[in-house]
């Protein structure tokens, strides 16, 4: 499995932009779907975004699409959110997740699905 450590979280007010990286130790990250989560206080975790070991498919939660962009770089090891537009209901706890490949990719949605999970890193939006 993959070590996952988040960054880049923080307390901003709408309408900014925040970049949260996650950087992954151990096993080969390229062979990797990486994805995006969140749980907000009082609420179940909730997918956010993710992409696929080749960069080449991405995926987003309707309440994100057009604002938050994922990507990935393989050669740092890195998977990054790009957050635009911040809004208050962004706030929760973002967490960086790994899923090793296995044949057909299916969804990238199901947060059961996924073997490896960072520590997660805060964002709050403020009004």
């Known amino acids: 499995q993959v070590q996952l450590v988040e960054s880049g979280g923080g307390s901003v007010q709408a309408g900014a932009s925040l970049r949260l990286s996650c950087v992954a130790s151990?096993?080969?990250?390229?062979?990797?779907?990486m994805g995006w989560f969140r749980q907000a206080p009082g609420k179940e975790r909730e997918f956010v975004a993710a992409?696929?070991?080749?960069?080449?498919?991405?995926d987003y939660a309707d309440s994100v699409k057009g604002r938050f962009t994922i990507s990935r770089d393989n050669a740092k090891n890195t998977v990054y959110l790009q957050m635009n537009s911040l809004k208050p209901e962004d706030t929760a706890v973002y967490y960086c997740?790994?899923?090793?490949?296995?044949?057909?990719?299916?969804?990238?949605?199901?947060?059961?699905?996924?073997?490896?999970w960072g520590q997660g890193t805060q964002v709050t939006v403020s009004s």
């Open positions: 992409i696929t070991w080749t960069g080449t498919s991405t």
């Open positions: 151990g096993r080969t990250f390229s062979r990797y779907h």
């Open positions: 997740a790994a899923k090793a490949l296995r044949p057909g990719v299916g969804t990238l949605r199901i947060a059961e699905e996924y073997d490896s």
